[in-house]
């Protein structure tokens, strides 16, 4: 992409802001940043800076439906993703992962089993660094792995990653996209410019995923953990890969549907000729990221988990599912369009108990009571959530309490990690007091 001499306008100032606006710099672009709100630093809201550009950049807060954005296509301009700016400055080998939830787990994981096996790769997206700010530093002999957002993908127009991954689509989000469908489409544009030579990862479990294969022209890899496929599957308490197995489930850190992670970083490095060996060691020494199911230590004897990271239903679903034993559930956050019947509908017998907390406390109490779920309580701070969860969990004989909110964190926090950070607070203030 030749933007030499070019004004660039980035929409939206934050991480991926900044480094667009680097790379546009230099590589001979003329950058400016404007953001709606006049308040943020770097960046200017004059208006006028869009009459007078010939590309604008969106970072992946701004939707493509926005005002500016719309009257800018109309005026003939060219409108892309930093996703897509980040990808045509980069010459090495791009993995892109998407999916409604496991993308940063999936993604580190990949990365994780190729630096096992030796090779020279990045993991980028909502994980730490954005994908412009290392795009133009790599050589045709690394690969970056790309956790790739339907915020991202929806203005992608001519983003063609190597491997492309489509782990799950279940609602979410919707208040940006508008409709379960839009949203699909959003994902589906991580596969449609693939050509032939490229390989397309994807759950062949998940009818929505499994739709569109219509649109891949690249080499169809499935994956599965209800029947063998011509991919990656488990079969008789193996992970396989093509009819070979590669490791134990019991041995891994995953359960549930989490396992579709796995798969799907077998799918992707066993087609890229990685041993299983390697594979192996590398399932076998992945720690998951932090605030996904994370073991937060143990107190009054009672298993403590933190999977702040789960914002909505499915996602809350896959950890319960992957539990060892039963459990009480600590739910709640922001008031958004979450189907908490769902949620209720779909919880495994294992969860016993559940406290709620948060913005959404109230359509979270009614749903449990419509399914029946009778031991439920409400709490009105994270610290008395859990230590009414860990009291619930003694009366009713559980042996884990976990954090899962099903539920965005804009209530009282700004991200899932601040959001994380004060559950592990909370939990130490307990411990202390025990």
Do not use: W
């Not at 992409?1 to 710099?25: E, F, T």
């Not at 590589?27 to 006028?48: M, N």
């Not at 996703?83 to 990365?111: H, M, P």
């Not at 230590?297 to 990271?309: L, M, P, T, Y």
């Amino acid at each position: 992409m030749n933007i030499a001499g070019k004004r660039v306008v980035i929409y939206g100032v934050g991480v991926s802001g900044l480094s667009a606006y680097q790379l546009v710099r230099e590589h001979g672009g003329h950058a400016v940043i404007y953001d709606d709100d006049p308040a943020k630093p770097h960046a200017t809201s004059c208006t006028s800076v869009f009459d007078d550009c010939d590309v604008i950049v969106l970072s992946p807060g701004i939707a493509s439906g926005n005002p500016h954005v719309l009257d800018a296509r109309l005026s003939g301009k060219t409108v892309i993703s930093e996703l897509e700016l980040a990808s045509a400055f980069c010459v090495a080998e791009q993995i892109a992962v998407t999916g409604t939830n496991g993308k940063t787990t999936t993604v580190l994981l990949i990365d994780h089993i190729l630096k096992t096996a030796k090779h020279n790769s990045h993991a980028v997206g909502n994980i730490g660094a954005a994908f412009s700010s290392i795009a133009d530093k790599l050589d045709a002999m690394e690969t970056v792995v790309i956790e790739a957002s339907s915020f991202q993908l929806e203005s992608a127009t001519f983003f063609s990653p190597d491997i492309a991954v489509m782990l799950n689509i279940t609602p979410d989000h919707l208040e940006r996209h508008g409709s379960l469908q839009r949203y699909i489409s959003a994902k589906a544009n991580i596969f449609l410019r693939q050509s032939e030579c490229d390989k397309a990862v994807f759950n062949a479990d998940d009818p929505n995923v499994s739709a569109l294969q219509s649109v891949m022209r690249a080499e169809k890899i499935p994956f599965s953990l209800t029947h063998p496929v011509d991919g990656a599957y488990v079969s008789s308490g193996f992970l396989c890969y093509r009819g070979k197995p590669v490791v134990e489930t019991c041995e891994l850190d995953f359960g549930g549907r989490e396992l579709e992670n796995a798969l799907a970083a077998v799918a992707v490095t066993a087609s890229k000729g990685i041993s299983l060996y390697t594979i192996t060691a590398g399932l076998l020494s992945f720690k998951r990221p932090e605030f996904r199911r994370k073991a937060c230590g143990v107190v009054g004897g009672v298993n403590v988990f933190n999977d702040s990271k789960a914002t909505n239903v499915f996602s809350t679903v896959s950890a319960s599912e992957s539990m060892d034993g039963d459990t009480v559930l600590i739910l709640g956050g922001a008031q958004r369009a979450e189907n908490f019947d769902e949620l209720f509908d779909n919880l495994p017998a294992k969860v016993k108990g559940a406290v709620v907390v948060g913005e959404n406390a109230d359509n979270i109490m009614s749903a449990a009571r419509n399914a029946g779920f009778s031991d439920i309580l409400r709490s009105f701070s994270l610290e008395d959530a859990c230590a009414d969860a860990l009291d619930m969990a003694h009366r009713l004989g559980c042996k884990n309490v976990l954090f899962s909110p099903s539920s965005k964190s804009y209530d009282n926090y700004t991200s899932y990690y601040e959001r994380g950070r004060a559950f592990d607070a909370a939990v130490s203030a307990i411990s202390r007091r025990k």
